[in-house]
């Protein structure tokens, strides 16, 4: 069984087959012109635009344009005036040869929507060609015992023209033995017959010469002339009689040269000369004979060169057998050449549209007629395209086809596409054309650019040089042109508080990001902002991408000491009892950096002290603490010099300075100098100097951070965005930042210090003293000093 695929196929070559038909019977009835032949270039035929009841700027709009079926440019039509006028001058009989009536076959071809209408042009024939015959001298053999009304056929005269102008009439000039009678064939042209009047003697003349006119009837009528060579001949009393009157044969068009056409042939009953029969061409047309070649002795006929059904189906020779007496038989041979299908089809392109537009609906790509020239099934065709293409064959009328797209195609996905049609016959072996078209797409503004990324991350480093590039960003187009030229642009901020223009810029062309100017981490840690990307396309369109500045921390902040306080106010003295262990906390030296990460931790360092080797510096946390016992010999004043650096590259740092005093106890809170007793007035006095100067250190040192904290708010407040607050998990140990109230420190303090966590760096946001319950440490401390 047939696969239901392969009889598809032929299913569908049949049904179009069938639509063509009858759109052809349903066509236009074709109107026919005429014109004279030789009829001047620019000649008037007919108003195209009244037979086809259209206004002239009709025919302009629907793209009308003349059509003949062998494209032949014989007929133009003036877009201007409607008119159909010759484009050149026509020749009948080089156009129909000796058909009549001759007939040019035309169609007139509107678009928009598609019609065809059919029309012919009937060329007349005009008398612009003389009779001529075949041979200049034609020899008759005639017996002297030819009785009177004996009849000789005569070669006829050939003229090219048709009807009244060809041959209509024979005349011979004057003699006393014969006259001249004009036949009709069966195909309706006239020929000459020579017709004895009285009897010949060739004793008293051999041979005679008589001067042979046809005349042709036209309204000036054109003559030509052959010279007729009578020989009376002794007796010869059998002429060759041929064994067919009429001999019909069938040749295929692609016989080859040489070939056997038929073999004609004759009897004579005479015996010796008089018998001896020869064969020959009595009356053939040059084009006609051509193609054929007769064997004198033989009879045979073969061909000469190839024959073309579609030049000529027939031809009529007529064959004469002559004895060696100078009698003569005459036969007819019709040849039918048969067709074969020996030609492909034929394409021709009546109008193409490339390139289209995409995202077009239905669109007719071309509009092309198809042909063969043989006939029957050779002549019938089917039409094709290949099935991976979104296009679509649709029959018109009067085997016209047009190419259309199934939809709106994609210029992103396919910008060309190579269609190849293919015509077939049905004849066998069947025969096809193949024509290919190329289509390209034209662009259309369909696509919005896209960015690489949906958001970028930009980091750059504070205190920056101004107009540093600092990243880009990209958006491809997949338009093409300038639907594919891409504009970036800063897109307004929602942020009303952040100075967007200030900032950065961006390169329209190319999406290079540029500082403005110089960033400072410590105000503005990080910001973000849209870009936008815009085509040049009509209309044009546009898509965004987040772009995020991170800000990195520089080491641009030295340590800034919170206690001691070193503003040159006067030193806070830590007592330090004579009876310390070693270990013993003498103070607490607090600091902080503005940097965050690595560039703000810190590290202590005892650079300078009165006696070396006394007091130490824990690195990380600062504590001043006694290093050994104290003794007697130690001094009674100490001044240190702590050194605070941050772990930055390169590092900064500030130094603090302490002053220790050693004592024998709270009570006695000086020790009397080595020259002089200190009396107890003096003591008294001392005391209340020390409690008094103590709180005004604390005062000064809470009013010192009161007044660095409010700072520090107001800056966070103008930046761009604000970190959120957090723990951080760096290398500090907890949230809070212990100020001891060891030593002489008038009050016990802790900082609360909020920072801001990141990956790599931490901040310091505030700073706010936690007050123990100061009024419970004092009154302990001053039982202690008075005991």
Sequence with gaps: MEPAGERFPEQRQVLILLLLVELALAGWEPRRYSVMEETERGTFVANLANDLGLEVRELAARGARVVSEDNEQGLQL??????????KKLDREELCGPTEPCIMHFQVLLKKPLEVFRAELLVRDINDHSPEFPERE????????????????????????????????????????????????GDGRKYPELVLDTELDREEQAELRLT???????????????????????????????????????????????????????????????????????????????????S????????????????????????????????????????????????????????????????????????????????????????????????????????????VTEGALDRETRAEYNITI???????????????????????????????????????????????????????????????????????SQDTHLPLASLVSINADNGHLFALRSLDYEALQAFEFRVGATDRGS?????????????????????FVLYPLQNGSAPCTELVPRAAEPGYLVTKVVAVDGD???????????????????????????????????????????????????????????????????????????????????????????????????????????????????????????AASVSRCSVPEGPFPGHLVDVSGTGTLCQSYQYEVCLSGGSESNEFKFLKPIFPNILSQESKRRSEFLE
């Design 422 to 492: 293919t015509i077939t016959d049905m004849g066998t072996p069947r025969l096809k054309t193949e024509h290919s078209i190329t289509l390209r797409v034209s662009d259309v503004n369909d696509n919005a650019p896209a960015f690489t990324q949906t958001s970028y991350t930009l980091f750059v480093r504070e205190n920056n040089s101004p107009a540093l590039h600092i990243g880009n960003v990209s958006a491809t187009d997949r338009d093409s042109g300038t639907n594919a030229q891409v504009t970036y642009s800063l897109l307004p």
């Design 539 to 559: 209309p044009a369109l546009s898509s965004e991408a987040l772009v995020r500045v991170l800000v990195l921390d520089a080491n641009d902040n030295s340590p």
């Design 296 to 403: 004198s002795i033989s009879g045979e006929i073969r061909l000469t060169k190839k024959l073309d059904f579609e030049t000529t189906t027939s031809y009529d020779l007529d064959i004469e057998a002559s004895d060696g007496g100078g009698l003569s038989g005459k036969c007819s041979v019709s040849v039918k050449v048969l067709d074969v299908n020996d030609n492909s089809p034929e394409l021709t392109i009546s109008s193409l549209t490339s390139p289209i537009p995409e995202n077009s609906p239905e669109t007719e790509v071309a509009l092309f007629r198809i042909r063969d020239r043989d006939s029957g099934e050779n002549g019938k065709m089917t039409c094709s395209i290949q099935d991976d293409v979104p296009f679509e064959l649709k029959p018109s009328v009067e085997n016209f086809y047009r190419l």
């Design 212 to 294: 042979l006119t046809a005349l042709d009837g036209g309204s000036t009528p054109r003559s030509g002339t052959a010279q007729i060579l009578i020989l009376v001949l002794d007796a010869n009393d059998n002429a060759p009689v041929f064994a067919q009157a009429l001999y019909e044969v069938q040749v295929p068009e692609n016989s080859p040269i040489g070939s056997l056409v038929v073999k004609v042939s004759a009897r004579d009953l005479d015996t010796g000369t008089n018998g001896e029969i020869s064969y020959s061409l009595f009356y053939s047309s040059q084009s006609i004979s051509k193609p054929f070649e007769l």
């Design 138 to 185: 034609m020899t008759l053999k005639i017996p002297e015992i030819s009785s009177p009304g004996t009849v000789f056929p005569l070669k006829k005269a050939w003229d090219l023209d048709v009807g009244s102008n060809n041959v209509q009439n024979y005349s011979i000039s004057p003699n006393s033995h014969f006259h001249v009678s004009t036949r009709i064939r």
């Design 596 to 718: 965050s990460g690595q560039n703000a931790w810190l590290s202590f360092q005892l650079l300078k002290a009165t006696e070396p080797g006394l007091f130490g510096v824990w690195a990380h946390n600062g504590e001043v603490r006694t290093a050994r016992l104290l003794s007697e010999r130690d001094a009674v004043k100490h001044r240190l010099l702590v050194l605070v650096k941050d772990s930055g590259e390169p590092p900064r740092s500030a130094t603090a300075t302490l002053h220790v005093l050693l004592v024998d106890g709270f009570s006695q809170p000086y020790l009397p100098l080595p020259e002089a007793a200190p009396a107890q007035a003096q003591a008294d006095s001392l005391t209340v100097y020390l409690v008094v100067a103590l709180a005004s250190v604390s005062s000064l040192f809470l009013f010192s951070v009161l007044l660095f904290v409010a700072v520090r708010l107001c800056r966070r407040s103008r």
């Design 78 to 87: 003036d877009l201007q005036t409607g008119q159909l006028i010759l484009n």
